[in-house]
């Protein structure tokens, strides 16, 4: 099946910790995202990729980082930089980065600061 | 399996035109609905259901849901040029997001 797989989908970790977020997708898509979503809000870019080894920051991407070596993996690390963390992470990709290409979601990781 | 359909896949109209956008679902646990407007690369969150039958608006557009039948219906009235764009829909249930593939909606001056 082709799609985008994230992991885990819980995740709870203590302050001053980092962790990291996986996203993996088998579209064969160039452009990777990642969103935070706060309960009632929508959507916030964090960090997207148009192509391997290249990334830039997205709106709020102050605490986080974000690597992308193989075309089908963007994971992002929330770094203890990042004052709130606790949200729900929405990982995404699309064929290319123009605003008419759908992107796809996976089912995202919900992430809890203990 | 747990899945979101929107229909159409694609809509092209012209201006002033009213359209109405389907997103039907199969989702155990349903906690909620959301409709989102993609023009760019994050998209815009409209609207959140989680009643049925009660319809939430903001301007020209409007949305209700329908828990026994299963689906949403976004409209938008009056269409503009700038509601050109792609429409998501997504289903929140206990364990995860799904997401439906979308609308592409083409306003015509």
Known sequence: ?114 | EDKVVQSPLSLVVHEGDTVTLNCSYEVTNFRSLLWYKQEKKAPTFLFMLTSSGIEKKSGRLSSILDKKELFSILNITATQTGDSAIYLCAVVSSYQLIWGAGTKLIIKP
């Open chain 1, 1 to 114: 099946d082709g799609g985008i797989t994230q992991s885990p989908k819980y995740l709870f970790r203590k302050e001053g910790q980092n962790v990291t977020l996986s996203c993996e997708q088998n579209l064969n898509h160039d452009a990777m995202y990642w969103y935070r979503q706060d309960p009632g809000q929508g959507l916030r870019l964090i960090y997207y990729s148009q192509i391997v080894n290249d990334f830039q920051k997205g709106d709020i991407a102050e605490g986080y980082s974000v690597s992308r070596e193989k075309k089908e993996s963007f994971p992002l690390t929330v770094t203890s930089a990042q004052k709130n963390p606790t949200a729900f992470y929405l990982c995404a990709s699309s064929i290319g980065d123009t605003s008419t290409d759908t992107q796809y979601f996976g089912p995202g990781t919900r992430l809890t600061v203990l």
